[in-house]
């Protein structure tokens, strides 16, 4: 969110800064602040480069003429406007917002007050899709040996193809399949098992220094590399704090960030499942699968807090156990989750899924084409990607991704160019290049 701060003289304009330099790192940066301060004279050229006007006390009578001004050039424009304290009262309420303002402070206003207004205003932009805001999808399993990390991987492979910036977190802690799949392993966890004992704030700076880059696209959040971490991460309850911390910071810098738990319940998950646009249950076509979803979801659907961001994949799907819909009339008296939940279409059994752990590619790209379709299908369906026809021309399952295999280029198995032209050297430990995030130059 673009800040222009107007004022009399560059003093004034400092003190009317000061009241953002109060707010907490975190404030800021889930905001994603980016602040200038001008006069009187240059503030017209930069007004399109603005979401919130801020017009400060110095500028006494002149502010509604600004204001009125600014209004007229871009009218979505949000104008702030501060007043001192003396001039505070209806005649200045009704003069600011005859001009479009939408909030007057008197100079003696708390920072919090200030901070409240840009929350609600930011919260405005998120519902119109002004906000840089990425999807949520949290990946998870009523039981194990569905393909859940699989289908995680692949995602963030279609991910990548299209251009989207991608999180991958695995919090596997146990196993860490998805790490392992991806040859994934480095120092970077080390920055995780900060953030968990406290020895290091999670901010911006800090979550690019646990980040491990697989492609120019995508890139890989691990576990705490300690145990005593990753089961305070995932079992104690100050890890719901820093699970939602992790998801906000990740929903402005990346445009999708899909995490795998693992299949495990506990208070982190609860709070991603509840902060997450979708919650993604992965299950398989048999007896055994049926019944441990009933089982799963008496306990998910309290932690999510409803069914209708709950979606389910059935992998893989041989159409010779269950067929979906006998599943979902199975469930249905029981759970009443109705039409959308099963609205993806079921992965085929794919012979090629158990072979792309440690391949340096996934079952997205391994996979037979009517895979590599039902993928797709799935990331559109989840609003992840968005294919018009000029990303269709390049897959829709009928070819190879365009990607090349992204992963053979950060293990030097496949010379060429990643998807934005840059070579990918070869790197120990699954280190790929590293890349700038979202948001910064």
């Not at 145990?227 to 704090?241: F, K, N």
């Not at 199975?330 to 759970?335: D, G, I, M, Q, V």
């Not at 990607?385 to 030097?412: C, E, F, I, Y």
């Amino acid at each position: 969110m673009k800040l222009l701060i107007v004022d009399s003289t560059a003093e004034a304009q400092a003190f009317c800064a000061k009241r953002i330099e109060a707010f907490n790192q975190s404030d800021m940066e889930m905001l994603d602040l980016k602040v200038k301060l001008v006069g009187e004279r240059e503030y017209a050229d930069r007004l399109n480069e603005a979401d919130v006007l801020v017009l400060g006390s110095g500028l006494g009578e002149r502010a509604t003429a600004i204001a009125r001004h600014g209004m007229s050039v871009v009218p979505w424009l949000h104008i702030i406007m501060f007043v001192s304290d003396e001039a505070y009262g209806g005649g200045a309420f009704r003069a600011a917002h005859a001009v479009g303002v939408r909030k007057v402070f008197p100079d003696s206003a708390s920072p919090l007050d200030f901070l409240q207004e840009l929350v609600a205003i930011h919260a405005e932009f998120r519902r119109e899709g002004r906000a840089r805001e990425g999807k949520v999808v949290v990946v998870t399993h009523a039981k194990g040996g569905v393909g859940a990390t699989s289908i995680a991987a692949a995602l963030g492979e279609v991910c990548s193809v299209f251009h989207r910036r991608t999180m991958l977190w695995d919090l596997d802690v146990e196993t860490r399949d998805l790490s392992r799949s991806l040859t994934v392993n480095g120092v970077e966890a080390k920055v995780v098992s900060a953030w968990v004992n406290g020895s290091r704030e999670i901010s911006r700076e800090s979550l690019k220094d646990a980040l491990i880059p697989i492609s120019s696209d995508v890139s890989v959040l691990m576990p705490p590399d300690r145990m005593a971490e990753s089961m305070d991460l995932v079992c104690h309850t100050d890890g719901m704090t820093i699970a939602q911390r992790i998801v906000e910071l990740s929903r402005v810098l990346f445009d999708v960030v899909v995490i795998d738990t693992g299949g495990r319940l506990g208070p982190a998950t609860g709070a991603l499942m509840r902060a997450a646009d979708t919650v993604l249950i992965v299950i398989d076509d048999t007896i055994l699968g049926l019944t441990a979803v009933d089982l799963y979801l008496t306990f998910v659907k309290t932690l999510v807090g409803g069914v209708d961001r709950i979606v389910f994949l059935v992998n893989p799907y041989s159409g010779a156990l269950l067929g979906v819909s006998q599943i979902a009339a199975e469930l249905e008296p029981a759970h009443n989750l109705g039409e959308m939940p099963w609205r993806l279409p079921p992965v085929p059994n794919d012979p090629k899924a158990q072979t792309w752990p440690g391949s340096g590619r996934t079952l997205y790209s391994m996979g037979q084409k009517s895979t590599r379709a039902v993928l797709e299908k799935v990331a559109r369906e989840l609003s992840l990607v968005d294919m018009g026809p000029r990303d269709q021309a390049g897959t829709n399952g009928t070819d190879l991704p365009t990607s090349g295999g992204w992963l053979n280029k950060l293990l030097g198995k496949a010379p060429g160019k990643t998807a934005h032209g840059q070579g990918a050297p070869g790197a120990p430990a699954g280190r790929g290049r590293e890349v700038p995030l979202l948001g910064e130059k």
